[in-house]
């Protein structure tokens, strides 16, 4: 189960969070709060690592803004870096403990106001290949197992006023020159993009998993990437979790996961903690087929509701997600003992096995003996039983 689940935590949602949001300030119970923004830092290296250990979490994830404030200038965030990575870097010898992926976050600075790679003003392009050129840097230092590209502002409001090829080359640009600086400096981890579909942007260049993939295609980057696939902005983008993973599976692109849960009924990314066992299984069922996560993970990318402000929240929520994973997990161990979805699927397709469809898999059929079959054929469909499916997978479930 260990191996099968390899859980991180995310060191935004849980070290910086403070349950603010539009309409209410502040109410998190935290007790790593020091006298100057670098204390703070150093206590939050402290408590992250306390808290994995405690929980057994051996992975973490993290933007460069999350482990160290950021200073005047480039230069100055870049050493306020350096003296946290040194101190986490002292840890991860201590513990054992990794780091699962790390990213530099290009949206929050108001200088993203108008994108990063995407942005029409270069000198933010340029800022950001700086952040990025620091991130893999740490990525290296660290011995990250991959390196993480969530393009927060990359997209559009209103294409009125966008360029929207021009931009899309300029974010391939930045990946090219990624790619390039990593093979410069030895740094050996996967490369991830993560899609979501809106939020902050109207319309995100990375809409889903099939829109990244075509894009990662046509700049000639497939090769370089996999994805880092949300459960929540699968939803956004009107799919199931399971249906992202299950395309980005096709094309040999499953990199690592995202997970959470949203809420239905709401429009916005919510990042709650997974506790929906029917979604876990189905998502745990299309890594098991993807023979795993290689390199990846699952990162609970996560916040406890508002309302549940203590700090031991923190642990009670992994807890919830761990645990539903590890019920998951089982679940999907009896369905693959049964060959479940096996039977479903060989009795579907059973027509290609033999006859006309063999012919058609192999490439032996063509449009003319094609037609001269369909001249003297009757069709006879089956039917789905799809509710009965529906209720013997309640059975494994519960
Ligand atoms: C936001 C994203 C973000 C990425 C990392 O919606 O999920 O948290 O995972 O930048
Ligand atoms: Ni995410
Ligand atoms: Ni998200």
Not at 131 to 152: C, H, S, T
Not at 375 to 398: G, M, Q, R
Request: charged share 25%; proline share 2%; net charge negative.
């Amino acid at each position: 189960m260990k191996e099968h689940l390899p859980f991180a935590a995310a060191y935004w949602h849980t070290m910086t969070q403070t349950g603010s949001d539009q309409f209410g300030s502040d109410v998190n119970i935290r007790n790593w709060f020091g006298k100057t923004p670098m204390d703070t830092a150093k206590n939050r290296v402290e408590a992250i690592f306390e808290f994995l250990s405690k929980l057994g979490v051996e992975y973490f994830c993290f933007h460069d803004v999350d482990i160290a404030p950021q200073g005047a200038n480039l230069r100055e965030s870049n050493k306020n870096i350096d003296d946290i990575v040194a101190i986490i870097k002292a840890k991860i010898k201590e513990t054992g403990i990794k780091v699962l992926w790390n990213t530099a976050n290009m949206f929050s600075h108001p200088r993203y106001v108008h994108g990063a790679a995407s942005s029409c003003n270069a000198d933010v392009f340029a800022y950001a290949a700086a952040q990025v050129k620091k991130g893999l840097e740490v990525g290296k230092e660290l011995d990250a197992r991959n390196y993480v590209f969530w393009g927060g502002r990359e997209g559009y409001e209103s294409l009125l006023n966008t360029d929207l090829k021009f931009e899309q080359d300029n974010m391939a640009r930045l990946f090219h020159m990624a790619i390039d600086y990593a093979k410069e400096i030895n740094f050996t981890g996967q490369f991830l993009i993560e899609p979501k579909p809106k939020e902050p942007t109207t319309h995100q260049y990375d809409f889903d998993a099939a829109t990244t993939i075509a894009f990662l295609m046509n700049y000639g980057l497939k090769e370089h990437f996999k994805l880092n696939l949300e459960a929540n902005h699968a939803t956004l983008a009107g799919h199931t979790f399971d249906h992202e993973l299950n395309v980005a599976r096709c094309y040999n692109m499953l990199g690592s996961i995202d997970a959470n849960q949203g809420n239905w009924l709401l429009g916005w990314d919510t990042d709650e903690f997974p506790t929906d066992l029917y979604a876990v299984t189905f998502a745990l069922y299309q890594i098991v087929e993807n023979g795993g996560l290689g390199k990846g993970g699952i990162n609970f990318d996560a916040k406890v509701r508002r309302g549940s402000f203590e700090q031991n929240d923190l642990i009670l929520a992994h807890i919830a997600g761990m645990d539903t994973f590890a019920r998951s997990l089982k679940i999907v161990e009896k369905l693959k003992k049964d060959k479940f979805f096996e039977t479903i699927l060989e009795k579907r397709y059973a027509s290609y096995k033999t006859g006309i469809g063999a012919e058609i898999v192999s490439g032996k059929a063509n449009l003319e003996t094609l037609e001269k079959y369909a001249f003297d054929n009757t069709i006879n469909n089956k039917s789905d039983h799809l509710e009965e499916v529906k209720a013997k997978l309640n059975d494994y479930i519960f």
